[in-house]
Nanobody, 116 residues
Framework: QADLAESGGDLVQPGGSLRLSCVVS????????MNWARQAPGKGLEWILAMNSDGRVSYTAASVRGRFTFSRDTAKNTLYLQMNALQPEDTARYYC?????????RGPGTQVTVAS
């Protein structure tokens, strides 16, 4: 059974950093394109980063470019989202996903709140 579990969300002050993790089970992240998305209160889902099966980052949303980094550890079958220079507008629930759109398989998400 395929499963994704995000962790690492927290309350952080503006300008701070967080690293989110996504532990994947039931399939290999080396075989699939993987993504990070977020949903802010009252807004739709925003796809922010995409990684090809070969580990190359293929998409970075303008809203996070230069601040967020997508990486993975294939030995641990785990994805990471390093977030720096966080701003209040980054407040959202963050999800890792296999695929995108309506067919995407997502985890339950982890909450990131940026506030002073």
């Amino acid at each position: 059974q395929a499963d994704l579990a995000e962790s690492g969300g927290d309350l952080v002050q503006p300008g701070g950093s967080l690293r989110l993790s996504c532990v994947v089970s039931g399939f290999s992240i080396s075989d699939w394109g993987m993504n990070w998305a977020r949903q802010a209160p009252g807004k739709g889902l925003e796809w922010i980063l995409a990684m090809n099966s070969d580990g190359r980052v293929s998409y970075t949303a303008a809203s996070v470019r230069g601040r967020f980094t997508f990486s993975r550890d294939t030995a641990k079958n785990t994805l990471y989202l390093q977030m720096n220079a966080l701003q209040p507008e980054d407040t959202a629930r963050y999800y890792c996903a296999r695929g995108t759109g309506n067919a995407a398989l997502r985890g339950p998400g982890t909450q990131v709140t940026v506030a002073s």
